[in-house]
């Protein structure tokens, strides 16, 4: 396992934008999949995208997110960006970050893929 720890969240107005940064510490393979999920209080948690180390971002979230959001990803630093823009009051909702570091490829969309999670971090979108 990896810890995760996902920054960037906070309350903005719709329309508004948010950049979600998840930083990884510990043993990682040198390609590995990271993931953004999001979980709407009283719903499940959903997949956003997943990111492969050196490939472009997968989004599974369909057209929820589409056009929208972008996933990123500074290999060197082991960070995993998700920037938000065009916000709307659906998006709120607990982002979390996720990892599979032992290198399985390609990157799932299923929560049980991964077997490092953050916290989460809160976002807000106001009308």
């Not at 499940?44 to 599974?60: A, D, F, K, L, Q």
């Not at 589409?66 to 990123?72: A, L």
Request: net charge positive.
């Amino acid at each position: 396992q990896v810890q995760l720890v996902e920054s960037g969240g906070g309350s903005v107005q719709a329309g508004g934008s948010l950049r979600l940064s998840c930083s990884a510490s510990g043993n990682t393979a040198v390609r590995y999949c990271m993931a953004w999920f999001r979980q709407v209080a009283g719903k499940e948690r959903e997949v956003i995208g997943s990111s492969y180390s050196g490939n472009i971002p997968t989004y599974h979230g369909g057209d929820s997110v589409k056009g929208r959001f972008t996933i990123s990803r500074d290999t060197n630093k082991k960070t995993l960006y998700l920037q938000m823009n065009s916000l709307k009051p659906e998006d709120t909702a607990t982002y979390y970050c996720a990892a599979d570091p032992g290198g399985r490829w390609p990157c799932s969309s299923q929560e049980s893929f991964y077997n490092s999670w953050g916290l989460g971090t809160q976002v807000t979108v106001s009308s």
